[in-house]
């Protein structure tokens, strides 16, 4: 149950915030994303900004060049002046975050910040467990801290990595949790306090259990990103993992809908997927398909490898440093409810997705050999 008394707010002086109340506030809509300059944070914000929002982001800093999926919209500037703003700052900061919280006084806030690579979680535990899990905190914390837990709408970036080993097929958001990886189990931390803060504090506080979704900004070390830029001969990982892949911008729309209430519907948790499943060597059987290259498989286990039919060289071999010391073999989603109650449904298949990213490549390798030129 939603605590209706809004005791989530820190009192006074510690709230030092003079805010109207909750319906005059939500006029404006004023959009925080953390996580602004990944795949996500950049379509999430073409779509927000196109309804009208003014949106913030938190980036980090970096010695190289961190907000290229951002450019064009900066470009676009002069068309929506004061629409869209980008602030550094970081999930392990605190204080950056409250400071942040207190003067963009938020109506929306998206946490989709992460170390977001389940193979690297596996290198790195401790600070994905800092950014991932704390950092959820940390910024659910700052929206208290300035006394917005009614005045501000928090969606969190759950995973289906949540699954983990196969309880049961298709998951929904009745499924057990079983992660199997650093990142995982950070991101189970992540999940449950925003529930608890949804309990405790009745903060309108949702989760996304977001399916892997994908597109021509996906970054480039994930599988499909990494399968439809190859040019010479590609090194994989494990092929026989099942992935429920839907596109990117399918899915931001699914998150904005889980916070506009619609209905007048109380805060709850959603997933998102396609309700299909795909092995990754299905994908890559298509994204070579979409240059007209047919693959023939021989050998198995680490000595797998295929070769291109027409010309006989081999185009995909087997490398174990990309086996992960855990898997999750299976993920199949069931996004019944949000189809339901939120009226979302995908709109990419599978093999339009695997085209328009494979084609998106293409165009990017043939524009960079023009430059050249
Ligand atoms: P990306 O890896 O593309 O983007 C991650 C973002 O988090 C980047 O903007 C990155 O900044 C930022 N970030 C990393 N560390 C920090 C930090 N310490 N403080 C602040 N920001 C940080 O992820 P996606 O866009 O694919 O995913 C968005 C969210 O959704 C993530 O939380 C991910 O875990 C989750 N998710 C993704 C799914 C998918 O299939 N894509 C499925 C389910 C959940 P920088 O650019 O500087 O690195
Ligand atoms: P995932 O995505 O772990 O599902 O996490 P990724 O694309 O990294 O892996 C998918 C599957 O492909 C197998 N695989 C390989 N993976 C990578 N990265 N590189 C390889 O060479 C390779 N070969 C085989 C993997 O073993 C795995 O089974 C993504 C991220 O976006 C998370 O942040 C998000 O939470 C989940 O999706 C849902």
Same mark, same amino acid.
């Given at each position: 149950q939603r605590n209706k008394e809004g005791l989530g707010d820190l009192p006074a002086p510690f709230a030092p915030l003079d805010l109207p109340p909750p319906d005059e506030y939500f006029q404006r809509k004023v959009a925080l994303i953390s996580g602004i300059t990944g795949q996500d944070g950049s379509y999430l914000t073409e779509f927000l900004l196109e309804k009208g929002y003014t949106v913030h982001g938190i980036i980090r800093r970096s010695?190289?060049?961190?907000t290229g999926r951002l450019h064009h919209l900066y470009e676009d500037q002069h068309e929506r002046p004061n629409k869209f703003h980008l602030h550094y700052g970081d999930l392990t900061d605190s204080t950056a975050l409250v400071f942040l919280m207190a003067r963009i006084l938020p109506t929306e806030v998206y946490?989709? +910040? $992460?170390?977001?690579h389940v193979k690297v979680s596996f290198s790195l535990a401790e600070y994905t467990a800092d950014v991932d899990a704390i950092g959820t905190l940390r910024l659910l914390d700052a929206i208290r801290t300035c006394g917005l837990t009614k005045h501000c709408r928090f969606y969190q970036a759950s *995973?289906? @990595?949540?699954? #983990?080993? !196969?309880? @049961? !097929?298709?998951?929904? @958001?009745t499924t057990p949790f079983y992660p199997r990886s650093p990142y995982g189990v950070a991101k189970l931390y992540a999940y449950w306090i925003t529930v608890n803060y949804r309990e405790a504090y009745g903060m309108y506080a949702v989760n996304g259990i977001l399916f892997n979704h994908e597109s021509p900004?996906? #970054?480039? *070390?994930f599988v499909t990103r990494k399968i439809t830029r190859a040019q010479a001969c590609l090194w994989l990982g494990n092929l026989d993992a099942k992935r429920d892949w839907g596109h990117a911008r399918d899915y931001i729309e699914g998150m904005w809908l889980m916070l506009? +209430?619609?209905? +007048?519907s109380e805060p709850t948790d959603f997933v998102l997927a396609t309700g299909e499943t795909h092995p990754v060597r299905e994908f890559v059987e298509k994204a070579f398909g979409v240059v007209g290259i047919k693959l023939s498989w021989s050998g198995s286990g680490v000595d797998e490898e295929a070769k291109?039919?027409? *010309? +006989?060289?081999? !185009?995909v071999k087997i490398d174990?440093?990309?086996?992960?010391? $855990? @898997? !999750?073999e299976l993920l199949h989603g069931n996004p019944a409810k949000a189809e339901r109650m939120l009226g979302w449904k995908r709109k990419v298949n599978f093999d339009d997705l695997v085209k328009e990213m494979v084609e998106a490549d293409l165009t990017a390798v043939r524009n960079f050999v023009e430059d050249q030129n």
């Open positions: 010695s190289s060049f961190n946490n989709l +910040g $992460a170390q977001s *995973t289906s @990595e949540l699954y #983990g080993l !196969v309880q @049961e !097929v298709p998951q929904s @958001e900004r996906r #970054g480039r *070390t506009q +209430g619609l209905d +007048g291109d039919i027409s *010309t +006989g060289k081999v !185009v174990p440093q990309y086996f992960r010391p $855990a @898997e !999750v």
